[in-house]
């Protein structure tokens, strides 16, 4: 069954996680902490905390959505009444050329049908009957009249046409106003063009300048999303709304720094298996590459403390701390170093697709364990299928990026390992990269099948090219060379 805990004690796991030593020594001490201070703490040792969110993106495309939608109804409801508006001027003025008209009409029938009559009799000296000129009198204005009736039809549709143009004219600025809202993200921004002569002044000057470590540009906010169940389709729409793909980090590997707390619960329920496993790659990839800059740092920090002849005492309890987290005996610096390297993304992909079904396991939906890590003495979910001597439990972890840490932390310490470490440290001293495929080979005690395993992990890394990842970093971390140290 799954044990309810609450949210002071999931800050206290993450404290023992992350090695935060003043929490753990008020704990021994039996001192109190309330749950802000512990948060504080925590955030102070930047340890992600599961509640810290800058702005869900789900309110943010919401936002951005709701705009343009009520801008356009207004749009419409404003064209409707201008058009009516229009409509019923065009009315009156009908009415009254129409009024005019048949005054003009009337006017000159009775002004024919007295004079008519004598001019014809005294011109051709006959007599008319005045019934059969008022006939033909009536025929000829009720013909003219039709004809004046058509054409001032004709001319009213011209105004009504003209004035349908101008407000049209307006929604269709108002509507492409409202589109630019929305299209405006999406559309990439528009390079000037560089003829050859500047292009062959940059080529001259490149190699003049100093190479400078810069933010990139294109920097983005972490997105820490809390627990909220969220659906597989509403994760997809995100990837879709922030552009995020595999194909694109692939070719320009960057990652966005978007960190998921769970797993969706109807992740199994995609039929598309590539679609699956590349949601799977998506949601655990950016945790997996936080994780290793963080560990890159700390490397990159040893390697300045330990080329220094003297050191602070703030350096030297940041040595200490560091030496407890890698269990590392004697202050053996060379040991240390050993242990304080990255796991390789493609390894670390690879096998938590392995331990947590690609993200559908009950271990890692019940309890964030995408790795399968066994604890005899902490929280843990019990198995369903162990033998009678196993006494062993799933370790639970309150977020995904705790699993990792401590997956990590696994592999750098623990005696099994030994020779992972080793081949790694061989890798660095001859300055070649670090490949999961050429150390995979080294993990064979990772569980009972031994080089069964080992043969899967390859398996998985070949046939989803997960060696693409292997130098992928977050889009807001500083661009760095990777150092052999």
Do not use: C
């Not at 009409?105 to 005294?122: A, E, P």
């Not at 096998?351 to 995408?370: P, V």
Request: glycine share 4%; proline share 3%.
């Amino acid at each position: 069954m799954k044990k309810n805990t609450s949210y002071r004690e999931k800050l206290i796991e993450l404290a023992n996680i992350y090695k935060v030593t003043d929490i753990i020594n008020y704990i021994k001490n039996k001192k109190y902490l309330t749950t802000a201070q512990i948060e504080h703490i925590l955030k102070k040792n930047n340890v992600p905390i599961p509640t810290e969110i800058n702005k869900s993106i789900i309110e943010i495309q919401t936002k951005k959505i709701k705009k343009p939608i009520s801008s356009l109804s207004r749009s419409v409801s404003d064209y409707f009444n201008s058009l009516i508006k229009v409509f019923l001027k065009s009315i009156r003025g009908i009415g009254h050329l129409f009024l005019s008209i048949f005054n003009s009409i009337f006017k000159l029938i009775s002004y024919i049908n007295k004079t008519t009559v004598k001019i014809l009799n005294s011109a051709h000296n006959f007599q008319v009957h005045e019934k059969k000129a008022n006939k033909i009198l009536t025929t000829f204005i009720a013909s003219a009249f039709v004809v004046l009736i058509i054409i001032s039809g004709f001319y009213i549709k011209d105004i009504i046409l003209e004035f349908n143009k101008i407000d049209s004219d307006k929604i269709v600025k108002k509507e492409t106003q409202d589109k630019k809202i929305i299209t405006e993200k999406k559309q990439p921004e528009k390079k000037p063009q560089i003829t050859k002569k500047e292009n062959e002044q940059k080529l001259v000057k490149k190699p003049q300048q100093k190479e400078k470590i810069k933010k990139n540009s294109g920097s983005s906010k972490e997105f820490v999303l809390p627990n909220l169940n969220l659906k597989t389709d509403t994760i997809l729409s995100l990837f879709k709304d922030v552009d995020y793909d595999l194909k694109t980090v692939r070719y320009q590997k960057k990652v966005k720094p978007i960190y998921f707390t769970q797993f969706p619960k109807d992740l199994d329920e995609i039929k598309d298996t590539k679609l699956k496993k590349e949601t799977f790659i998506q949601i655990v990839l950016p945790l997996i590459v936080a994780e290793n800059e963080k560990i890159y740092d700390d490397r990159v920090k040893l390697k300045k403390i330990t080329s220094k002849k003297m050191t602070s005492d703030k350096e030297k309890l940041w040595l200490r701390q560091k030496l407890r987290e890698y269990k590392v005996k004697s202050s053996n610096m060379k040991e240390l170093e050993k242990r304080m390297d990255i796991i390789p993304v493609s390894i670390a992909i690879a096998q938590a697709a392995k331990e947590s079904g690609w993200g559908t396991s009950r271990f890692a939906l019940e309890g964030n364990a995408i790795f399968g890590q066994w604890t005899w003495t902490g929280q843990g979910i019990e198995p369903l299928s162990k033998g009678k001597n196993e006494g062993h439990k799933i370790l639970r972890f309150p977020i995904l990026r705790a699993s990792v840490k401590a997956y990590k932390n696994n592999l750098n310490t623990h005696k099994g390992y030994t020779d992972f470490r080793e081949k790694r440290y061989s890798l660095r001293k001859k300055k070649r990269k670090i490949k999961g495929l050429d150390l995979t080979i080294t993990l064979d005690k990772y569980a009972q099948t031994g080089k069964e395993y080992t043969e899967i992990l390859e398996q998985i890394i070949k046939q989803n090219n997960l060696t693409d990842f292997e130098t992928v970093q977050l889009t807001n971390s500083i661009i760095k060379k990777e150092l052999n140290l």
